[in-house]
Each structure stands twice: as structure tokens, then as C-alpha cells.
């Protein structure tokens, strides 16, 4: 069966990344689609700060046939000379806020990750 996924991204990197590694991730099914038996993007949006408007581009997600809702590595992660490292955060300092409010009022399960996932992370998924 297939599920429909929707990503949400941060405004700080929307013109320095065209998304690839995340939809080659989402159409492989690796890193942070790993679980899912097939895969289709149902749309993305660019949250903009504060992140007041990411419940509602969730909601057009979920009309849309969102499944799930993916928030990208870069929110919480960045990219050094050894790979990507949450140490020192991503470009969201509330991240976890933001996925645990587009949860409660979509019902869909939101997952923390998308590519370029640091090494050894598991992503977090609000069920």
C-alpha cells in the first residue's frame, strides 16, 4: 500500500537546498523513510518562523492524502567535516514544540528526520 508522505522545511535553507536528498531518501525508502512498504510525496511546504503557520500547511497536508509528515534533518541537525551532528542544533530551536502541535491537531504521525540522518540517530516518531 502506499503512503502518502508530506515534509516540512525550514525558510532559513529554502535557497540553498532543492530537497534532493530528502525525496531520493523518501522514493528509497532510506534513512528516515525506512519502514514504509512504498512511499509517495504528497507535498511539501517551507515553515516559516516562528513556525505559527506550520499547523495549517499541516492540515492542507493531511486534504492532501499526507499519511505522515516528515520534518527535515536540517531543522535540528548540521552539516560539518565529519557528516551531520546534532550537537550543535539545526536551524530550529523548537522543534520538538512545533512537531508535538502539528501532531495533536492533525492526528498523523510525525517523524524527526528525513536525509542525512547523523550517525546513529533514530528518528523520533510522534504516534
Not at 32 to 56: A, H, K, L, R, S
Request: with cysteine.
Amino acid at each position: 500500500m502506499m503512503s502518502g508522505i508530506g515534509i516540512i522545511r525550514c525558510e532559513k535553507n529554502m535557497n540553498r537546498c532543492p530537497l534532493t536528498g530528502c525525496l531520493r531518501c523518501l522514493t528509497e525508502r532510506k534513512e528516515g523513510f525506512v519502514g514504509y512498504e512504498d512511499t509517495e510525496i504528497t507535498g511539501f511546504f517551507t515553515c516559516q518562523c516562528p513556525g505559527d503557520d506550520v499547523v495549517n500547511l499541516a492540515k492542507i497536508l493531511k486534504s492532501k492524502g499526507a499519511e505522515a509528515i516528515h520534518f527535515c534533518t536540517c531543522l535540528f541537525a548540521k552539516k560539518g567535516e565529519n557528516g551531520w551532528d546534532m550537537a550543535e542544533g539545526g536551524f530550529c530551536d523548537k522543534l520538538e514544540t512545533i512537531i508535538e502541535k502539528v501532531h495533536q491537531e492533525t492526528q498523523l504521525p510525525c517523524v524527526k528526520g528525513t536525509a542525512h540522518l547523523p550517525k546513529g540517530y533514530e528518528p523520533l516518531v510522534w504516534k
